[in-house]
Nanobody, 123 residues
């Protein structure tokens, strides 16, 4: 099985940057697609970005295109989310997730989840 741990969240002024990390343990993530989701207070969990671990591409929600970049390091079993030009709308708890069926935008299709890391953007 796979265990996921997010880190790198914090508080930042609008226009600033943060880099989130999601480290996996238990087994290699080869063959797993990874996704980032976020959930703001009073709102449902929404898709942010996804990456195919082997032989795939990267995908982004319209709200973060051009500002966020997802990447991976197979040797470290880690996926990253570089967040630039942050805006208050980005404030949420960010979760990473893994599945064996490719990059998908629906949280219901992911079998493994981290515990989340808080990102707060002030104006």
């Amino acid at each position: 099985q796979v265990q996921l741990v997010e880190s790198g969240g914090g508080s930042v002024q609008a226009g600033g940057s943060l880099r989130l990390s999601c480290a996996a343990s238990g087994r290699t993530l080869s063959g797993y697609a990874m996704g980032w989701f976020r959930q703001a207070p009073g709102k449902e969990r929404e898709f942010v970005s996804a990456i195919s671990w082997i032989g795939g591409g990267t995908y982004y929600a319209d709200s973060v295109k051009g500002r966020f970049t997802i990447s991976r390091d197979n040797a470290k079993n880690t996926v990253y989310l570089q967040m630039n030009s942050l805006i208050p709308e980005d404030t949420a708890v960010y979760y990473c997730a893994a599945n064996t069926k490719g990059p998908m935008s629906s949280p219901e299709r992911y079998a493994y989840w981290g515990q989340g890391t808080q990102v707060t953007v002030s104006s």
